[in-house]
């Protein structure tokens, strides 16, 4: 499942919440990984 292919492009950087909790690492705007 891609979370942010429901997500419009101008979407901001999203907070651990959007993403079930989870820590998100961003590279250049893209998720480049998820941390615990």
């Given at each position: 499942?891609?979370?942010?292919?429901?997500?419009?492009?101008?979407t901001?950087?999203?907070?651990?919440?959007d993403?079930?909790?989870?820590?998100v690492?961003?590279?250049?705007?893209?998720v480049?990984?998820?941390?615990?």
């Amino acid at each position: 499942m891609d979370a942010l292919a429901e997500l419009p492009p101008e979407t901001p950087v999203l907070s651990p919440r959007d993403l079930g909790g989870h820590n998100v690492l961003w590279n250049n705007g893209r998720v480049s990984g998820i941390l615990d």
